[in-house]
């Protein structure tokens, strides 16, 4: 188990499997891309209180649901980093950092684009908004970091510890409106019990979310290959890779 | 449906719309930025290959050397 996991976490193996997965990550991510827009904007049916504006949410929550999930899967790559020295979990970290602060601020922006419609506002201090705001600020906290640090062992280490520090924000975000009295409303899909969504509307949200998981695979292992690329550019087997390419 | 109803998304084109369009500029963008930055990695790999072949000394050993 342990020998099987070394051999495809030492960078050259990871290279290549990367390689032969990236394809299958891109179908699957257009196929159900096709799909979620196409059910989300042409099937399912206008909200029966909020009209069209409700298709909003095929961009925002699927955004949302990957602004965290990106993080904790910062985190956990941090812990790993921080606990057993794994090159990879560092490089898994610094390529995840840009995506998850890009969807942080989409789930940010669309979410003011169906606020003001909807609430009459772009923005509100309620604790929803305010706590996705500082996940934003621990993404780009994050880059910034492990970009000011040239050695990338040490920045790796810094970065580790911030992301393990600012997870604390994670369940703040997912129960910040249950806890706090939020203009946001609550939860309408959950693992545990019935949805609180028609299925017309679950089925192109989930279809998004997909999608969007799919997306993150795919340039998070492009976005890996290049680390390990730029990591490992004076072992033999980068230079034989600029020899045969 | 008609086209002309699905652009105006029920008087939320305003908003549906942008937000469909920065979802896909997003989506795009990070797609391409790594694209760009292997196949540069890449192309320093081959020049760099090319002028180990060719025996002239490379920029990095040069410098190494000095």
Same mark, same amino acid.
């Given at each position: 188990?342990?020998?099987?996991?070394?051999?495809?976490?030492?960078?050259?193996?990871?290279?290549? *499997? &990367?390689?032969?997965?990236?394809?299958?990550?891109?179908?699957?991510?257009?196929?159900?891309? $096709? !799909?979620? +827009?196409?059910? /989300?904007?042409?099937?399912?049916?206008?909200?029966?209180?909020?009209?069209?504006?409700?298709?909003?949410?095929?961009?925002?929550?699927?955004?949302?649901?990957?602004?965290?999930?990106?993080?904790?899967?910062?985190?956990?790559?941090?812990?790993?980093?921080?606990?057993?020295?794994?090159? *990879? &979990?560092?490089?898994?970290?610094?390529?995840?950092?840009?995506?998850?602060?890009?969807?942080? $601020? !989409?789930? +940010?922006?669309? /979410?003011?684009?169906?606020?003001?419609?909807?609430?009459?506002?772009?923005?509100?201090?309620?604790?929803?908004?305010?706590?996705?705001?500082?996940?934003?600020?621990?993404?780009?906290?994050?880059?910034?970091?492990?970009?000011?640090?040239?050695?990338?062992?040490?920045?790796?280490?810094?970065? &580790?510890?911030?992301?393990?520090?600012?997870?604390?924000?994670?369940?703040?975000?997912?129960?910040?409106?249950?806890?706090?009295?939020?203009?946001?409303?609550?939860?309408?899909?959950?693992?545990?019990?019935?949805?609180?969504?028609?299925?017309?509307?679950?089925?192109?949200?989930?279809?998004?979310?997909?999608?969007?998981?799919?997306?993150?695979?795919?340039?998070?292992?492009?976005?890996?290959?290049?680390?390990?690329?730029?990591?490992?550019?004076?072992?033999?087997?980068?230079?034989?890779?600029?020899?045969?390419? | 449906?008609?086209?002309?109803?699905?652009?105006?998304?029920?008087?939320?084109?305003?908003?549906?719309?942008?937000?469909?369009?920065?979802?896909?500029?997003?989506?795009?963008?990070?797609?391409?930025?790594?694209?760009?930055?292997?196949?540069?990695?890449?192309?320093?790999?081959?020049?760099?290959?090319?002028?180990?072949?060719?025996?002239?000394?490379?920029?990095?050993?040069?410098?190494?050397?000095?």
């Amino acid at each position: 188990m342990w020998s099987f996991l070394h051999k495809y976490s030492s960078p050259k193996n990871f290279f290549r *499997l &990367a390689g032969l997965l990236l394809p299958w990550m891109n179908g699957a991510f257009l196929l159900l891309l $096709a !799909l979620g +827009l196409y059910y /989300g904007l042409w099937v399912a049916p206008p909200d029966y209180q909020q009209g069209d504006s409700y298709r909003i949410m095929f961009i925002h929550v699927p955004a949302a649901w990957m602004s965290m999930f990106i993080y904790v899967i910062m985190a956990v790559a941090g812990a790993i980093s921080l606990i057993w020295r794994i090159k *990879l &979990a560092d490089v898994v970290a610094a390529a995840s950092a840009p995506l998850g602060a890009s969807f942080t $601020a !989409l789930a +940010l922006i669309t /979410g003011s684009l169906w606020g003001k419609p909807m609430w009459g506002t772009f923005w509100v201090w309620d604790a929803r908004l305010t706590s996705e705001l500082i996940l934003l600020f621990l993404y780009l906290g994050f880059i910034a970091l492990t970009s000011a640090i040239e050695d990338k062992r040490t920045a790796g280490r810094a970065g &580790a510890l911030l992301s393990l520090v600012g997870v604390v924000n994670i369940p703040i975000i997912h129960y910040s409106v249950v806890w706090w009295n939020t203009l946001h409303q609550g939860s309408t899909v959950t693992l545990t019990g019935p949805s609180n969504i028609a299925t017309s509307m679950l089925i192109p949200l989930l279809l998004m979310a997909f999608a969007f998981k799919f997306y993150y695979a795919s340039v998070l292992l492009m976005r890996a290959r290049c680390e390990v690329l730029e990591r490992e550019q004076n072992s033999g087997w980068v230079r034989e890779l600029g020899e045969t390419s | 449906m008609t086209l002309s109803e699905f652009v105006n998304m029920g008087g939320y084109a305003a908003y549906v719309w942008p937000s469909y369009a920065l979802g896909l500029v997003v989506l795009i963008a990070n797609y391409i930025a790594p694209r760009q930055r292997e196949r540069k990695l890449l192309r320093q790999l081959r020049r760099r290959a090319r002028r180990d072949r060719t025996g002239k000394p490379n920029r990095q050993a040069r410098q190494r050397n000095e």
